[in-house]
């Protein structure tokens, strides 16, 4: 099978689940992508919670997850990552690594890269590392809810990923912020310690800030700057 053959085929897969799951609950999606996918998808964490991974394993206990070791992470983020994998013992961390190290960017870009052009930042030590990973499945899952931000309104549970040629599937587009705090506490989900300290928003240690009361929790993502997204959901 040709390579725009198999593309055609999960592009039109997406379109039909699109519709057949657009109400679907969470584990409905996930068993969906399970059976579907078997082990061809992979779920993505940025391990600011254990949510996502806590349900994917509800319906295949040895799932992939992928996280974006950037070289940027606080320590918080590392060791909630640690703690998964204790947790979850039979998940698969798939560590997705930049091309170069900090210091090796830092000599070909100069230092701080991300204060600069926090957009080719991203895009070295996250869009190309994640591409360069989700070329090996045939479907990821995102942990990307509507509420997250007004950019992600609109989030279909499962949809094509033209950016990244593979399926993607958003088993909790529809979730509250809380019903999703009601799941994490009812179910004593993992959470990275950074969330009680008012980091609604994880990512890079440098472009992480707290976000004050009240508000949008993706403010505290390169504050200061015209910039909502790292370009890995848009």
């Known amino acids: ?37 078997g082990d061809d998808f992979i779920v993505a964490s940025n391990m600011q919670d254990a949510v996502l991974i806590d349900l994917a394993t509800q319906v295949k206990s040895d799932v992939d997850v992928l996280f974006l070791e950037t070289g940027y992470h606080f320590a918080e983020t590392i060791g909630t990552r640690d703690a998964v994998a204790t947790v979850y013992p039979d998940i698969r961390i798939v560590n997705a690594v930049p091309e170069q190290t900090v210091a090796q960017q830092d000599a070909e870009y100069g230092p701080k890269l991300h204060e600069r052009d926090p957009n080719l930042c991203c895009r070295l030590r996250k869009v190309v590392p994640l591409r360069r990973t989700l070329s090996r499945y045939s479907a990821w899952v995102t942990g990307v809810r509507r509420a997250d931000a007004p950019t992600r309104a609109n989030t279909p549970i499962v949809t094509w990923d ?73």
């Open 162 to 234: 033209e950016r990244n040629g593979l399926v993607k599937i958003n088993p909790i587009a529809p979730w509250t912020d809380e019903e999703f705090r009601d799941y994490l506490e009812s179910h004593g989900v993992l959470e990275n310690t950074l969330v009680s300290e008012g980091y609604l928003s994880i990512g890079c240690a440098p472009c992480t800030a707290k976000v004050a009361p009240g508000a949008d929790p993706r403010s505290g993502r390169w504050a200061g700057k015209a910039k909502t997204e790292c370009g890995l959901h848009g």
């Open 1 to 37: 099978m040709t390579t725009a053959t198999r593309e055609a085929e999960l592009r039109a897969l997406a379109e039909e689940a699109g519709r057949a799951l657009a109400d679907a609950d969470a584990l409905t999606a996930l068993k969906w992508t399970a059976d579907t996918f």
